[in-house]
T-cell receptor, first 115, second 115 residues
Framework: GAVVSQHPSRVICKSGTSVKIECRSLDFQATTMFWYRQFPKQSLMLMATSNEGSKATYEQGVEKDKFLINHASLTLSTLTVTSAHPEDSSFYIC???????????FGSGTRLTVV | AQSVTQLGSHVSVSEGALVLLRCNYSSSVPPYLFWYVQYPNQGLQLLLKYTSAATLVKGINGFEAEFKKSETSFHLTKPSAHMSDAAEYFCAVISEEGGSEKLVFGKGTKLTVNP
């Protein structure tokens, strides 16, 4: 089945620095990937839809300049949290390969802690 | 836009007892529905999906769900709970907005299995 690899699984960074999270489709090509954010004990909130070769589509209320998304190839999308602050600490999850027929495959998530 | 409502943020059952997790959808057209499971600090794993074929859908790990149009429900069940079923469960629906398709999640139900 479809496998989505997300890296790193955990990262701690200092306030003001930037962090990059990678999402790779290992055995299929993904023209579209999705980035979610999950607060403790809450559901997943879609942040943006990443489209290969074009600009990402951000959900309302998500800062484009804060959360930079790059989908440069059919197997890789990256989310960069720029100038991170403690309030950016969260669990970030990507998904790919989604269609209503096949469901959506999720990465294992990245726990970001900004200190 | 389509949405789902999960009744009960916490469900506690004894090992061997029936598991029932409730999900109601809001859609004026036949929806595409999913149940996902999330273990601590991990991504989401697809349990099962409804794509307008059979109304009773069987998934992995002994779970199944029945699509009931008259009740706008898609409840998740398992005849006999195992300790390993303890996790967070999310119901989700495909929502099409602005020409794009995305997955919308319920708030989740945390399942506790008592020995």
């Amino acid at each position: 089945g479809a496998v989505v690899s997300q890296h790193p699984s955990r990262v701690i960074c200092k306030s003001g620095t930037s962090v990059k999270i990678e999402c790779r489709s290992l055995d299929f090509q993904a023209t579209t990937m999705f980035w979610y954010r999950q607060f403790p004990k809450q559901s997943l909130m879609l942040m943006a839809t990443s489209n290969e070769g074009s600009k990402a589509t951000y959900e309302q209320g998500v800062e484009k300049d804060k959360f930079l998304i790059n989908h440069a190839s059919l197997t890789l999308s990256t989310l960069t949290v720029t100038s991170a602050h403690p309030e950016d600490s969260s669990f970030y999850i990507c998904s790919a390969g989604g269609t209503y027929l096949y469901g959506y495959t999720f990465g294992s998530g990245t726990r970001l802690t900004v200190v | 836009a389509q949405s789902v409502t999960q009744l009960g943020s916490h469900v506690s059952v004894s090992e061997g007892a029936l598991v029932l997790l409730r999900c109601n959808y809001s859609s004026s057209v036949p929806p595409y529905l999913f149940w996902y499971v999330q273990y601590p600090n991990q991504g989401l794993q697809l349990l099962l999906k409804y794509t307008s074929a059979a109304t009773l859908v069987k998934g992995i790990n002994g779970f199944e769900a029945e699509f009931k149009k008259s009740e706008t429900s898609f409840h998740l069940t398992k005849p006999s709970a195992h300790m390993s079923d303890a996790a967070e469960y999310f119901c989700a629906v495909i929502s099409e907005e602005g020409g794009s398709e995305k997955l919308v999640f319920g708030k989740g139900t945390k399942l506790t299995v008592n020995p």
